[in-house]
Every structure is written in C-alpha cells, then in structure tokens.
C-alpha cells in the first residue's frame, strides 16, 4: 500500500510543481488524508522535498540544449577545456543569474529550515497563501494587460532582476503554499519579465534550489534507509518525473496563449476549502 501511496505522492508532485498553485502545500495537505505506514518517524518531511528531484530531471532533460554549458562550436565559447571544445559563454552567464537567485532562500533554507518547518508547515498558512498569492496572480495579470514586457528571453535578465527574482522565491521558502514557481513567476511578471521568460528562468532556478534543499533533508534525515523506504522514494521520484515531463509541456504551450489567472482563482477556492475543511470540518 505505501508503495501505491507513493504513486500518488508522484502524481500530485508531478503536475502541482510547475503549475503555480505549490506543489509543497498539496503535499502536506494529501499527507493529511494518506499517510505511510511502513516508515520511520521524519520520513515524509525528508521524502516531501527529495521526490521534487523526479520533477527537476524532466527539466534537465526537455530543456539540456539551453541549460548545458559546454558547446563545439567555436563561436559560441570563450574558452577551450578538455572535456568539449568550448564553454558557451551564454549559458554560462545564466547559470551566474540562477546562482545569484538562489542565495536569498540558500541563506534562510539553512538557518531556519526546522524552524519555519515547525511552526509554518500547517493547513491553516498554507490555506492563507494559497488565498494570499491567488488574489496577487490575479492582480498582477490585470495590472500587465496592456503593459509590454521588456525582457523577453530568459538569457536576457539582469543580474538584478535575477536578485528580485530571488528575494521573491525567498517568500515560497517562508510560507508553504505560497508556491515557489508562482512567487518566482509574480515577481518576475512585475519587474517587466515576459510570461515565457519568467516560467523558463523559473524552470532553470528549479534544478540547484531543489538539489540544494533535497540534500540539506537527506543528511538531516540520515543515510539509514529501510528497503521499503528506498522503494517508496524512488518510485514516488519516478512518477514525478514522467508526470513533470508531460506538465510541462502543456504549460508551455499554455502560456503562449493565457495568462495565470485562473491559477489565481484555483488557488482562492482551495484555500477556502483548507481553511473551511481544517477550521470548521475536521
């Protein structure tokens, strides 16, 4: 049974990492209602974060041509190394951007991680953000309607803007349910980001964040792993991966022609229905 409650750990995983509705937030709401049973107390905060690395593989494998930094092409590069002919100079300098991202929530990750994890990872903030942060996607696209972007590209974002961006993740890491994704795509929506660009860079910023974090609860947790643990892990990773790769596809081809409201109004209507459920209910 633990393993087909992974499968649908996987599943919610999959789909809710890339849309901005925060795939943390669901998590936690789904361990409410399906819990493991073969498996040693801190099992799912460590498995909550480490299954994210399934969903971070569907991004280094849709998107390997435009994250890899190593080119044979002697135009693209301005350095020769050993292992190819040249380093693109180009992914290069995203790769800097994404780095300078991450510092903000690297900080607070780990000098706060238990705390904010003991006294913040509960349905009722959860249910808050959830509101909170549909109400600003809301806004925010009625604010941008008419409004041009000037940045169109992900390769094309500043340094600052790279440092916005991240200060804005910084508030996913605080709040669960805020959604990373969706903090990340806010912030870079109000500092003149193109949709396309801030869901690309968002993507990006993704694979170091989460490999980052996943490692941060594995050593916490410990190396000391039951066969069943392993089992439900890897296949949980699995199935978010081959879910990821397919979310993220459609995402793509979504947001060439919409805009996020609707994730905004998805997200009121789910935390209602927390805060009712939690509040009133149970």
Avoid at 133 to 162: C, M, W
Avoid at 205 to 218: C, N, W
Wanted: proline share 3%; glycine share 8%; with cysteine.
């Amino acid at each position: 049974m633990d393993i087909i409650k992974s499968i649908l750990f996987g599943i919610v995983e999959g789909i809710t990492e890339w849309l901005p509705v925060s795939s943390t937030g669901h998590m936690i709401l789904l361990e409410q209602f399906v819990k493991f049973k073969q498996v040693s107390p801190g099992f799912f905060d460590m498995f909550e974060v480490v299954i994210q690395l399934g969903a971070i593989l569907a991004v280094v494998l849709l998107y390997f041509k435009d994250i890899w930094p190593f080119t044979n092409q002697p135009e693209r590069g301005y350095a020769k190394t050993g292992f190819l002919s040249h380093i693109d100079r180009h992914i290069m300098v995203l790769w800097f951007k994404i780095l300078v991202a991450c510092i903000p929530a690297a900080v607070i990750g780990i000098v706060f991680d238990d705390f904010l994890t003991e006294h913040l990872y509960n349905p009722y903030v959860i249910g808050g953000a959830l509101i909170v942060f549909g109400i600003a996607f809301i806004v925010i696209e009625n604010h941008n309607k008419k409004l041009k972007p000037s940045t169109i590209r992900a390769t094309d974002i500043t340094y600052k803007q790279a440092l916005l961006i991240g200060v804005f993740q910084l508030i996913a890491a605080i709040f669960p349910g805020t959604s990373r994704s969706g903090a990340t795509i806010i912030g870079a929506l109000l500092i003149g980001i193109s949709r396309k660009a801030a869901a690309d860079f968002t993507f990006y910023l993704a694979i170091p964040v989460m490999f980052g974090a996943s490692l941060l609860k594995v050593v916490k947790f410990g190396f000391d792993f039951t066969g069943m643990e392993i089992a439900v892990l890897l296949v949980g990773m699995l199935v978010a991966f081959l879910v990821s790769v397919v979310v993220i596809k459609m995402l793509l081809g979504y947001i060439r022609k919409h805009d996020f409201k609707i994730f905004g109004w998805y997200r009121i209507i789910l935390g209602a229905i927390v805060w009712l459920y939690f509040g009133f209910i149970r």
